[in-house]
């Protein structure tokens, strides 16, 4: 069977000093897949844009930004994440520079700016721990990896530099 993931973004959008990355904690929505997590912004990229033009966008939404520098880190393909068991494929990129200011909230919760060595202490998706290191990582290398996921719980993480 062709693997047809659901195509999305996600970005660790930088404090201007770089010390901060703006999450979202994802609290507002008692439905939410991703309920009481916090995660970067992006999601799910429509049928006629690119990866770049569908991060820019959900940066608008979620929090009122436009991306100035975006630098790709890397993509992760999660057999298996959906709620439904579906396949997700994302593109991972830090924003160094954005225009406008983020509101302290949207309809997914509550936007806040979390130091960058308190972000592992947060309660994150279980892999989020596996690639972030490699998102914020000085290395200039992009990285591709894959992360099969059961239940709400990662199975196995693989990745390559480049």
Aim: charged share 25%; net charge negative.
């Amino acid at each position: 069977m062709p693997y047809t993931p659901i195509i999305a973004t996600l970005g660790y959008v930088l404090s201007p000093d770089g010390r901060s990355a703006l999450m979202i904690h994802r609290n507002a929505r008692p439905g939410d897949q991703h309920l009481g997590k916090y995660n970067g912004l992006g999601g799910k990229v429509e049928p006629d844009e690119d990866v770049v033009a569908g991060m820019r966008r959900e940066l608008r939404e979620e929090a009122s930004i436009e991306a100035t520098e975006l630098t790709l880190r890397g993509t992760v393909s999660w057999p298996g994440f959906g709620k439904g068991g579906e396949d997700w494929l994302g593109f991972i990129f830090v924003v160094t520079a954005f225009a406008g200011e983020p509101p302290a909230r949207n309809s997914e919760g509550e936007l806040e700016w979390v130091p960058i060595e308190r972000m592992l202490d947060l309660p994150l998706w279980p892999g989020d721990r596996h690639f972030l290191p490699l998102v914020l990582s000085a290395d200039p290398r992009q990285f591709h990896g894959v992360m099969p996921y059961r239940d709400g719980q990662p199975l196995s993480w693989s990745y390559s530099l480049i």
